[in-house]
């Protein structure tokens, strides 16, 4: 099993994140559904440093950018070329198979 690369990794969710369109209007979502998530992925990645994530903590970060989709209203097809390519450059295991429910 090959280890995943947190720096491609990383970019690559919060690229996902800043490069979606937001469908949704509602302010107070947006925040705790867009913001917070994104906070907590860019602090997480400050804790671990130059450390790669585990598989485990790979999958909670991509519940975090699910909860980022959901909240923005992104299409599925969108999603999974995100996760795709999230998964192709950093070598992180593919998304939780409820990533792209809608």
Request: hydrophobic fraction near 35%; proline fraction near 7%; charged fraction near 30%.
């Amino acid at each position: 099993m090959s280890e995943i690369n947190g720096k491609a990794f990383f970019g690559a969710v919060l690229k996902a994140i800043a490069c979606t369109r937001n469908h949704n209007t509602d302010q107070r979502q947006y925040a705790e559904g867009v913001l917070e998530p994104a906070s907590r992925i860019r602090e997480f990645e400050k804790e671990l440093g130059e450390r790669p994530p585990t598989d485990a903590e790979a999958e909670r970060v991509l519940g975090w950018l699910e909860s980022t989709f959901r909240t923005k209203h992104t299409p599925e097809e969108e999603r999974e070329h995100y996760l795709v390519h999230i998964a192709t450059v950093s070598r992180a295991p593919a998304a939780p198979a409820n990533a792209l429910a809608p």
